[in-house]
T-cell receptor, first 114, second 112 residues
Framework: AQSVTQLGSHVSVSEGALVLLRCNYS??????LFWYVQYPNQGLQLLLK??????LVKGINGFEAEFKKSETSFHLTKPSAHMSDAAEYFC????????????FGKGTRLSVIA | DVKVTQSSRYLVKRTGEKVFLECVQD?????MFWYRQDPGLGLRLIYF???????EKGDIPEGYSVSREKKERFSLILESASTNQTSMYLC???????????FGPGTRLTVL
């Protein structure tokens, strides 16, 4: 069965510092991987997705993630944090090929300190 | 992008009440999903549907049912609401042909 582990339920960075949010997955099939962001009192918005094309995936708002099969990881990074990046971030993996339900990690809350 | 609308942003109900949460999409996509979100637990799948009148149980279907009579609408039903169903409920929509789900704004349900 597919599963996702997000290391750190809360990450705090200074404005302008590197953002690194960690995600490890287990999957019995070639995975489709996603990062979503949730701002307070809103639904989830897709940041980026990996679907077996390039291993380095660029998303919105300056975020990117690298798929590393050998490490079963899909960590999310941004070179320079902005105050507006403060939100909750979820990593997810598809259960099967195709548009199937997602298995989500428990989320990481990102705080950005001025 | 797909527009996903949920019937209420906030809802307060009493224990034992029957509760309907509705989700409507504007893009004629086949797949619709209901998740619940709880602090520290992430999102958990309740039910999903691949087509009209089709439904499949997710990971936590107990205490819930669903209805999909029209392609654009997917309803989540709490037959007899209980306090442990106090949560944020998120509807998602996706097309079979690509791997992306679009989420509604969520309904924060409180059961007293």
């Amino acid at each position: 069965a597919q599963s996702v582990t997000q290391l750190g339920s809360h990450v705090s960075v200074s404005e302008g510092a590197l953002v690194l949010l960690r995600c490890n997955y287990s999957s019995s099939v070639p995975p489709y991987l996603f990062w979503y962001v949730q701002y307070p009192n809103q639904g989830l918005q897709l940041l980026l997705k990996y679907t077996s094309a390039a291993t380095l995936v660029k998303g919105i708002n300056g975020f990117e993630a690298e798929f590393k099969k050998s490490e079963t990881s899909f960590h999310l990074t941004k070179p320079s944090a902005h105050m507006s990046d403060a939100a909750e971030y979820f990593c997810a993996v598809s259960r099967r090929m195709g548009n199937t339900p997602l298995v989500f990690g428990k989320g990481t809350r990102l705080s950005v300190i001025a | 992008d797909v527009k996903v609308t949920q019937s209420s942003r906030y809802l307060v109900k009493r224990t034992g009440e029957k509760v309907f949460l509705e989700c409507v999409q504007d893009m004629d996509h086949e797949n619709m999903f209901w998740y619940r979100q709880d602090p520290g637990l992430g999102l958990r799948l309740i039910y999903f549907s691949y087509d009209v009148k089709m439904k499949e149980k997710g990971d936590i279907p107990e205490g819930y049912s669903v209805s999909r009579e029209k392609k654009e609408r997917f309803s989540l039903i709490l037959e007899s609401a209980s306090t442990n169903q106090t949560s944020m409920y998120l509807c998602a929509v996706g097309a079979f042909s690509y791997n992306e789900q679009f989420f509604g704004p969520g309904t924060r349900l409180t059961v007293l």
